[in-house]
């Protein structure tokens, strides 16, 4: 059992590398197994070869994955339900496999699962599963499926080796290796520009928090005298408030790159241009969770920052209602969703601040669950309508009737209503908030700010969640014409729901998004709960009155002058752009053409010179007797007039 986290980690990896390899083996041609070259019959049998590619891509990277999972619910079976139950810590399992000498602090090989990394293990290799299994009837006819399906394993294995290790160094590797598999993953359909770049603004932002983080590390490795995460939070009693104060803020910054809190979030939403599934991935078990992952890993260095934990609170406070305003205004309904997880994140990092780690955990848990069902019941309404735009849907309960009993149960869950899962863990974030303004860690202007936010993000929660689900699935139908068929063949109206492989993990996932709030044996703070319960159906009544008066009108008019900010998500890419983007763009065409004209001018000039000089010595070199001839007598001439002269 103690090479289980070893394992866990091996198994997608060796998937990634197994299918990027040999999915596509043999790589005979057709023309070569006895196809004659040309025509349909050569495109059918590529077509047949390619589906085969697919199928074996699919089966190298489900069954690894699955068999992941079923190690991560092994090891959490009782570490894992221990922490979400707030009961005494269990000995961790694992085991260290060396150390790498760096002529300084050494680095150790150590995977390991206690409470905290069991429960996460759980999260990712189910919700990695369901991702794999919705993309084989997703991404069906991809012809680059099975690169596709191996970046999930490797992503997968890259936020296990995150989760299981025991040394910082060892968990910055998965930690980078995510950043790649986001860039790669996000950008899937790189012919679209606008992915393309999508993708290298995740990697960009991301690396920039990433800077941070590395140093973050070094600091706590090196005043605790070991990267081993036992060592440095036992080190942590002795560490200088200064030390602790500067590693901590450190860290933050690759928390708010990973996990798209402000300043460092505007990556998230234009991540949506990758494959639905992929948002879903990111969303619920790996980027994004790997930021408040590391807080709670090393809560005791946090705990012992007080000034970073009243930034952390700033930073949530403003993320959690500005995220939610934002989702409220958008069209695209993956937008509205990630946006929404801006906004969870933000419940996380604030109940993180509020000093409970617990119940940030297990709202991350719960919000995986419901933000990967909502983004994968997302995903089968745009392949229905064919659009991300809600605009474009409208009464589409009575065609996905099973994309709409699921749906609702996550956005039930987002809102926080019971007895959905999500009322349980945000009534531990915002009871731990309520906690730390009667007296805790807070300054009194941070838990104030923090709480303040967080009972208005609720009203808003409820207001945009009840906005999507009644325009993608109440009001009139909008009727999308069609175009018309060559002569000769029919018209086909597909008004099916999508095929079993993206239905199954949907249902699946309806189950803990209803049901996982009673894990944690929760304890119910009533008046906390009732304020909570109360707000978001005030958000909700709100926009269903606006909606049921004209259906047709978008509900997001309540917001007034708001809507446009609101939409533009406050103009923050905008003051990015004007700050920074076009700024260092500027100097980069400086320094261009400073190349071009200065350092390759110089370079260029002095070739123009040589090959000038070159041709003036060129002409005494021609090849002309005669020119030889009338040379040396000129210098015969020349020899004997100054000869005559000088004497």
Not at 262 to 267: E, I, K
Not at 312 to 321: K, N, T
């Amino acid at each position: 059992m103690t090479t289980f986290p070893l394992l866990a980690v091996l198994l997608p990896a060796l998937a990634a590398a197994t299918g990027l390899l040999l999915s596509r083996w043999p790589h005979a041609r057709p023309a070569a197994q006895g196809q004659p070259p040309g025509g349909a019959r050569l495109a059918a049998a590529e077509k047949t070869a390619g589906e085969r590619a697919n199928t074996r891509a699919a089966w190298i990277a489900v069954i690894p994955t699955a068999a992941s999972a079923v190690l991560a619910l092994w090891l959490a079976w009782g570490p894992g339900f221990t922490f979400l139950e707030g009961g005494a810590p269990s000995a961790p399992v694992g085991r260290t496999y060396g150390s790498i000498v760096t002529g300084g602090v050494p680095i150790s090989l150590t995977l390991l699962a206690d409470d905290l990394s069991a429960v996460l293990g759980v999260l990712v290799t189910l919700v990695a599963l369901a991702v794999q299994v919705y993309s084989v009837g997703y991404l069906e006819d991809d012809p680059r499926y099975p690169s596709y399906s191996a970046f999930i394993s490797l992503f997968t294995s890259a936020m296990l080796l995150v989760v299981y290790a025991g040394d910082l160094l060892i968990l910055y590797v998965g930690w980078e290796i995510m950043g790649l598999c986001s860039y790669l993953l996000i950008g899937h359909w790189w012919e679209d520009r606008g992915n393309s770049r999508a993708a290298v603004k995740a990697f960009l932002v991301t690396r920039l928090g990433d800077v941070g983080f590395l140093f973050g590390i070094f600091v706590l490795g090196t005043a605790a005298g070991s990267f081993r995460v036992a060592d440095v939070l036992a080190k942590v009693p002795d560490m200088s408030a200064a030390t602790l104060t500067t590693a901590t803020m450190l860290l933050l910054c690759g928390v708010a790159g990973k996990s798209a809190q402000v300043p460092l979030h505007t990556w998230l939403p234009d991540a949506m241009a990758g494959p639905t599934p992929i948002s879903a991935l990111i969303h619920a078990a790996t980027m994004v969770a790997a930021g408040i992952f590391i807080v709670a890993r090393l809560f005791p260095a946090f705990l012992a920052a007080r000034p970073t934990l009243d930034v952390l609170a700033v930073i949530a406070a403003i993320g959690m209602l500005g995220a939610a305003l934002a989702a409220f205004a958008q069209d695209d309904l993956k937008r509205v969703l990630a946006y929404s997880t801006v906004s969870q994140l933000a419940y996380m990092a604030g109940g993180l601040a509020a000093g409970s780690d617990r119940a940030a955990i297990f709202h991350l848990v719960t919000h995986g669950a419901f933000k990967a069902l909502l983004f994968l019941c997302a995903g089968v309404v745009i392949h229905h309508v064919g659009s991300n735009l809600m605009t474009q849907m409208g009464g589409l309960r009575r065609e996905l009737p099973v994309t709409f009993v699921t749906m609702t149960v996550g956005f039930a869950a987002l809102m926080g209503l019971p007895p959905a899962s999500g009322f349980f863990s945000k009534d531990g974030v915002l009871a731990a908030m309520d906690a730390a303004l009667a007296g805790g860690g807070l300054t009194d202007a941070a838990a104030l700010l923090l709480y303040g936010c967080a009972l208005a993000t609720v009203a808003v929660t409820g207001a945009y969640a009840t906005r999507a689900w009644l325009r993608t699935f109440f009001g009139p139908p909008r009727v999308v014409a069609l175009p018309e068929p060559e002569p000769g063949t029919a018209h086909v109206v597909d008004v099916t729901e999508a095929p079993k492989t993206m239905l199954v993990p949907v249902v699946l996932l309806a189950v803990p998004a209803l049901l996982l709030g009673f894990a944690g044996q929760p304890h119910i703070e009533p008046a906390v709960a009732a304020i909570s319960v109360v707000l978001a159906l005030l958000g909700a009544g709100v926009v269903y009155a606006v909606w049921r008066g004209d259906p047709v009108t978008d509900p997001a008019r309540l917001l007034g002058p708001l809507r446009v900010p609101c939409e533009r998500a406050f103009y923050v890419d905008d003051v990015y752009a004007a700050l920074f983007v076009r700024p260092i763009t500027a100097l980069a065409r400086l320094v261009v053409r400073t190349d071009d004209v200065v350092v390759d001018g110089a370079v260029r000039g002095s070739g123009r010179t040589a090959r000038g000089l070159s041709g003036w010595l060129r002409l005494a070199q021609n090849g002309n007797v005669q020119l030889y001839v009338s040379g040396v007598l000129a210098g015969v001439i020349l020899i004997a007039v100054g000869a005559v002269m000088l004497t």
